[in-house]
């Protein structure tokens, strides 16, 4: 996919985890407002695919360890205003025990930007000048449900963890 320039800042939302919990996952993007570009990182692809329908945007997304979909990758690059994101969903490069095997690959693939989820634990951290972000999970019955703002505009990038406080049915 090439670059694509905005003259506004773009808003990159980003979802993982989201486990069939497609009421908060509706509520988290009611919240978040307008998005330039909707970001889904594993367990529950289909949730990917409702909210494409709710937004009318399409969903990046990559597979799980907890999906089986054929025509969906496991990992994926994409270019947005010259920043290069390595999307995955981070099982593969056992990011419960840690970053290092998933630093190696955004290395490889000199990534500015790695967006992966599985932990189910919300993170912002950059390491060797890479920005890191774990959206978390809206996961139902999850204490502490999260997705992630990233805000891209000239080259500077931002990302903020948003907490939810499920309303009830």
Request: include cysteine; hydrophobic fraction near 40%.
């Amino acid at each position: 996919m090439g670059a694509l320039c905005y003259n506004e800042p773009m808003k990159i939302v980003v979802f993982s985890d989201t486990h069939g919990n497609q009421a908060l996952a509706a509520q988290a993007l009611d919240l978040a407002g307008h998005a330039d570009h909707i970001i889904h990182l594993g367990d529950e692809t289909d949730d990917a695919t409702f909210l494409e329908a709710l937004s009318g945007i399409t969903v990046t997304k990559v597979l799980g360890n907890c999906d089986f979909a054929t025509d969906t990758p496991r990992e994926a690059m994409l270019v947005l205003e010259e920043k290069r994101f390595l999307l995955t969903h981070g099982d593969l490069y056992g990011v419960k025990a840690g970053l290092d095997k998933l630093s190696k690959r955004a290395t490889a693939e000199k990534a500015d930007v790695v967006l992966y989820g599985h932990t189910h634990i919300q993170s912002v951290c950059t390491i060797d000048g890479v920005l890191y972000v774990n959206p978390g999970c809206l996961k139902k019955g999850y204490s502490e449900p999260s997705f992630a703002l990233l805000s891209l505009e000239k080259g500077l990038l931002s990302a903020d963890i948003v907490p939810l406080h499920p309303t009830s049915p």
